[in-house]
């Protein structure tokens, strides 16, 4: 979602801003913006545009400095225009502003606060609840910006990442942070800020990560971090290697197109490292936490979820362990049976999702301790807080529209499922050789469904036509039939939706006509003869078929079947290889509908506010 970058330095620093925001595209925004200090002033530039269009203004009203704050927007409060767009301005008239401020998140008590301003004098020239910070930070200073940020956050109620700089003290950068990531980058006689270490990739790889609570003074020779006591605090200074050549497009038409068919290698690359399966891969404590759990609890949202709901599936067949799988949005507001013996797992692409994060501090605070996290960044927050962690190798994913995180997340479960058998004794060394023989295969199985897509563009002049269609997948399909719905829907905007076949008869047959395409999962699996009586009551309303079937289904093409071959039966692991032809269904069809692909509208990659 939103992002951030900040520099103090003796240098022009609004080439690395604009670099910056570059980096963090791939999270989403609808405006952007940059202010700096510049011959005794605060500059601003905002637009609605990309921030190619904003690098053109900069460059064209020459605008430079040594302080200043750069930000994207995903709106929440107010609409998507130029006067709702970052770094916001304070001060005693619209003309001499003294203060500039950028601010990822939400604040909850927003109104309480704006109606307080406004009787102090302030006009608001926005519907964010942004400005009311910057108002607030500007009544609260009296010399000294980090007083005046420290006593702000004390009234502020809600997720935050801030930075703000004074037009008195220019050679500063102030920043707080609460349930918003923020890290500091170090330079020699220069610093920085981010809201993701991604941002300063080629400027620095020196990096301080925030913790909750935690207020920044960042200037030119020096930063200086305190708690949410006010106590000075030293943090841990980490080298992180960013690799950025992964956002290079290459000869892809979008990126979600690119990292669709980077499938073989992030899978391949999750498994590298992965000799034997065992308890500690997941972590040194791994193998005594597995041993004391009678139960798990899987924590996420959206794509993640269902990733944890087709391990739900793998770890009770398998493990024979009970699973619970949450919203991660929905777990915290609702009463629970917390159990001292669970293993909570999140699942996460980027390790910050604010309400997995939540929902993981509720679990905790509900006395279940024994946590672990499955993402794609080794340095998230989710990674700090959680005792035993996998950490995925999907490289950075710049499509809004999940695919290799997918794919990634469910290998590691997969993983994960195969630990805790073996660590409870659910599984002869005969079953767990095969099992990671056929891990070991996924790459080549993945290439080779790849290898469809000539066929699935076909499908895709026809479905780009369409407004509605169904998914249907039976057991541990079921979720991947949801998954693939929800690909249709984010990047093309066709309404569709997922049910597991037997509930057809309960409702969504009334909807079946010969408009509704009807997207079906056919493993050859203990559940395909009652799914084929499934398709039999679509193909009795008029509805098309689009059928995805294993090699010995004997499900054939005919008058509104339309049937693509998978090369084999995938076993346990089908569902990994039956999301791929979904993804390029998605794909295409999005092209033919003329959708931008990797930034859907009103969509954000990494959703860091509740």
Request: charge should be negative; charged fraction near 20%.
């Amino acid at each position: 979602m939103c992002g951030i970058v900040g520099a103090v330095a003796s240098r022009n620093i609004v080439p690395i801003l604009v670099e910056g925001l570059k980096r963090l595209e791939y999270r989403g925004y609808d405006s952007c913006g940059i202010a700096v200090f510049d011959n005794g002033e605060l500059r601003r530039v905002r637009s609605t545009e990309r921030v190619s269009e904003l690098a053109e203004h900069v460059e064209r009203d020459h605008v430079q400095g040594f302080t200043g704050i750069a930000h994207t927007r995903w709106a929440t409060h107010g609409a998507p225009n130029t006067s709702n767009a970052h770094p916001h301005f304070s001060g005693h008239g619209r003309d001499v502003p003294s203060i500039a401020l950028v601010h990822n998140g939400i604040i909850e008590n927003h109104e309480e606060l704006r109606a307080e301003l406004q009787a102090a004098g302030y006009v608001f020239e926005s519907q964010t609840d942004t400005e009311v910070i910057a108002h607030l930070v500007h009544h609260q200073y009296h010399g000294d910006l980090l007083e005046a940020l420290q006593q702000t956050v004390k009234r502020l109620h809600g997720a935050y990442a801030i930075a703000v700089f004074c037009r008195d003290e220019p050679h500063r950068i102030v920043a707080a942070r609460q349930g918003s990531p923020l890290v500091i980058g170090r330079g020699k006689n220069e610093n920085f800020l981010a809201s993701d270490a991604l941002a300063l990739a080629g400027t620095t790889d020196q990096i301080t990560y925030l913790e909750d609570g935690d207020v920044a003074d960042v200037q030119m020779g020096n930063v200086w971090i305190m708690d949410k006591t006010g106590k000075a605090v030293e943090r841990a200074v980490n080298t992180v290697h960013v690799h950025t050549g992964a956002a290079e497009l290459g000869p892809y038409r979008h990126y979600m197109q690119k990292e669709i068919f980077e499938q073989p290698r992030a899978v391949g690359d999750t498994l590298k490292d992965v000799e034997t399966i065992t308890p500690e891969i997941f972590g040194d404590a791994a193998y005594k936490i597995f041993k004391q759990i009678d139960r798990v609890l899987i924590l996420a949202c959206g794509t993640s979820y269902y990733a944890g709901l087709t391990a739900k599936y793998w770890i009770e067949s398998i493990a024979k362990i009970p699973v619970a799988v949450e919203i991660a949005s929905e777990y915290r507001y609702r009463d629970s049976v917390p159990h001292p013996d669970t293993l909570v797992v999140t699942i996460s692409q980027s390790g910050e999702t604010a309400d997995t994060l939540a929902a993981l501090k509720h679990a905790r605070s509900l006395g279940m301790e024994q946590t672990l996290t499955i993402c794609n960044v080794s340095t998230s927050a989710m990674v700090r807080e959680c005792k035993l962690s996998f950490i995925t190798r999907a490289g950075v994913e710049i499509g809004v529209a999940s695919t290799k995180a997918f794919t990634t997340q469910l290998t590691a479960l997969f993983m994960l499922t195969l630990a805790l058998a073996q660590v409870h004794g659910q599984m002869t060394d005969a079953q767990e050789a095969e099992h990671v023989k056929a891990l070991r295969h996924l790459p080549a199985g993945i290439s080779a469904v790849l290898a469809l897509e000539p066929q699935i563009m076909a499908w895709s002049d026809r479905f780009a036509a369409k407004e509605n269609a169904l998914f249907l997948g039976r057991g541990m399909h079921y979720p991947i039939a949801l998954e693939g719905a929800l690909k249709l829907k984010e990047v093309s905007y066709i309404h569709a939706e997922a049910y597991p076949a037997g509930e057809l008869k309960h409702g969504p047959l009334a909807l079946v006509t010969e408009q509704m395409p009807v997207v079906t999962i056919a493993p050859n699996d203990a559940l395909l003869e009652k799914l084929k009586s499934n398709m039999q009551e679509v193909r009795a309303r008029g509805g098309e078929l689009y059928v995805f079937a294993d090699a010995g289904t004997k499900i054939v093409s005919s008058e509104g079947v339309h049937v693509i071959r998978m090369p084999e039966n995938y076993g346990a692991l089908s569902p990994i290889l039956h999301t791929i032809p979904l993804q390029l269904l998605a794909y295409h069809t999005a092209c033919s509908r003329g959708t931008d692909v990797d930034k859907p509208r009103n969509l954000a990659k990494s959703v860091t506010v509740e």
